[in-house]
């Protein structure tokens, strides 16, 4: 296709054009880069916390002074909305802001009690760079979601190589760019675009850890790839978020918080709502009000619009297969239907009493598709939403926030919140990561920060110990001495 041609069907907003003018490097260009990454690693460590620091802190003002230029990139490779391009731009500042101010904390050197036994001796623990870490990334946050591994490996030390989704390279060549910008030395951040080829190159060139982010499945390919050099992985994979909504719910604020976390990005959010358990007594009036709020929902290429294009043009599938089956199930239509397809838009959609074995409920629809299903109590619905294979996020609304508390130790998933929804992705402080299909391993938060460390335990003997058990020179009473004195420490 003609670069002419390319513009034109973009402008028609055909989205599977998006990013498609891209050159890809391909998996051939993956061995030299992650060469040169190794290369430069050193000189990165070597800056220390503070030189690293600096530098990221430079970035993130550069970014920040150029941030209209990221969205408009952002939107430009995914077609979302001007104000979901710049929800990225803000949450990538904090985040990046956050790795590089807490890394020395969280990472650097810190004594440890050595405990009676080993009382001549001083311990302490440090957090090494790994070296080179490969982060591959999906196309629904193309800035937001790689920058969580990769603000936390280039904090820590590690030179990063990062593969961004086929459909946005131009969003990870500009973070690079920028980055190289700010850097007074070597590029610590380097790209290789490319499909899944270059993703699985990425898997066996041996660096020292993989970031993926994207389908479940495709993290099974991942793992499976990155086994042959035994490279460890962090997968941040699907997700099928549900929402809890008890009799005193606030409906209002609940149903409002729903819309906005199953629409936004026109549902497609790893952490995005696909599930509502409410309670039947509250559900009518509840149903009411997501029905009024989605319904009011623009959708289109209009500068107006509240839900821009479904990227992927096969996931109009997906979502059309979804509804369909729950609705020949028996779900109910509480807003939109089939006229809610114009490809590559979906308008709204929201479904009541779903079987809970329909495809909608048990597998990722990553569309604007909402399912709110009645239960008679908050322990019903607590049961239903952990009976599904993934446990990435989850939100309840109580006025009672002892109960919301209560409610969110009793869910199987990694970040939950309390009378708002994805509020764990905007603290970087907090760790974002799920469990099951959702995947392991975590970015975001002093855990993130260590996910792309190694601990390194260092001991440093004081003084000479009274009895010294480990020598062949040790007195024969030693040993029983010393279980005589653990007997009478820790054996009551
Ligand atoms: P995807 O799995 O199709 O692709 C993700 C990345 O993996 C892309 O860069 C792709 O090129 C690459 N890839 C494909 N095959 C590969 C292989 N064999 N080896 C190595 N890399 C390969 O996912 P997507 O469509 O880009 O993103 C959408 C999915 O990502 C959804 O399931 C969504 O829930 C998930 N997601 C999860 C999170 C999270 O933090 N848990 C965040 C955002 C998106």
Redesign the pocket.
């Known amino acids: 296709m003609t670069a002419g041609a390319a513009a034109a069907a973009a402008a028609a907003g055909n989205s599977a054009l998006r990013g498609g003018t891209d050159t890809a490097s391909g998996p051939e260009a993956v061995g030299p880069v992650v060469a040169d990454a190794r290369a430069a690693q050193p000189w990165w460590e070597g800056l220390g916390f503070a030189g690293r620091k600096k530098v990221l802190d430079a970035w993130r003002v550069l970014i920040l002074r150029r941030a209209e230029e990221l969205v408009d990139l952002i939107r430009a490779e995914t077609g979302k909305t001007a104000d979901d391009a710049r929800l990225e731009v803000v949450l990538v500042a904090d985040h990046l802001r956050w790795s590089a101010a807490h890394a020395a904390r969280v990472l650097g050197r810190r004594r440890v009690r050595s405990g009676l036994l080993m009382f001549n001796q001083s311990a302490t623990v440090e957090y090494r760079p790994l070296g080179v870490v490969g982060v591959?990334?999906?196309?629904?946050?193309p800035a937001f979601?790689p920058i969580?591994p990769v603000a936390a490996a280039l904090a820590a030390g590690n030179t990063v190589v990062l593969?961004?989704?086929?459909?946005t390279p131009g969003v990870g060549r500009w973070l690079a760019d920028t980055l190289a910008e700010a850097v007074p030395g070597p590029a610590v951040l380097r790209v290789v675009t490319?499909?899944?080829?270059?993703?699985?190159a990425?898997?066996r060139a041996a660096v020292d850890k993989i970031s993926?982010?994207?389908?479940?499945?495709?993290?099974r390919?991942?793992m499976a790839?990155c086994a042959q050099n035994l490279t460890p992985v962090v997968i941040?994979?699907?997700?099928k978020d549900a929402m809890i909504v008890a009799a005193d719910a606030d409906l209002d604020a609940a149903a409002d918080a729903a819309v906005w976390a199953a629409m936004s990005n026109a549902g497609?959010?790893?952490?995005?709502l696909e599930r509502v358990y409410v309670v039947a007594e509250v559900a009518d009036g509840f149903l009411r009000l997501v029905g009024d709020r989605a319904g009011a929902l623009r959708t289109g290429e209009r500068p107006d619009a509240d839900l821009g294009p479904i990227v992927?043009p096969r996931?109009i599938e997906v979502i059309r297969a979804h509804v369909q089956d729950a609705v020949a199930r028996g779900a109910r239509l509480v807003l939109g239907g089939p006229e809610s397809f114009a490809p590559p838009h979906v308008a709204p959609i929201v479904l009541a009493d779903v079987p809970e074995d329909s495809i909608a409920l048990t597998e990722?629809t990553?569309g604007p598709v909402l399912v709110v299903n009645r239960v008679a109590s908050v322990d019903e619905a607590v049961a239903r939403a952990n009976a599904v294979s993934y446990g990435?996020g989850a939100s309840v609304y109580t006025r009672d926030r002892a109960q919301g508390r209560s409610i969110a130790g009793r869910l199987r998933a990694g970040m939950v919140s309390v009378n708002a929804v994805i509020a764990f992705a905007g603290i970087p402080a907090l760790p974002?990561?799920?469990v099951g299909d959702?995947?392991f391993g975590r970015?975001h938060g002093p855990d993130g920060l260590r996910e792309f460390s190694r601990s390194q335990a260092v001991t440093s003997q004081r003084f000479r110990p009274f009895m010294q058990p480990n020598s062949f020179a040790r007195d024969p009473g030693t040993m029983r001495a010393l279980l005589r004195m653990v007997r009478a420490l820790y054996g009551r």
């Not at 593969?163 to 459909?167: G, R, V």
């Not at 993926?212 to 993290?219: E, K, Q």
């Open positions: 591959i990334g999906p196309w629904n946050y979601i969580g593969k961004p989704s086929e459909l490319g499909g899944g080829q270059t993703g699985a990425l898997c993926f982010t994207g389908s479940s499945a495709t993290g390919r991942v790839a941040e994979g699907g997700g497609q959010t790893c952490v995005g992927l996931q990722e990553f990435l974002f990561g799920g959702s995947g970015v």
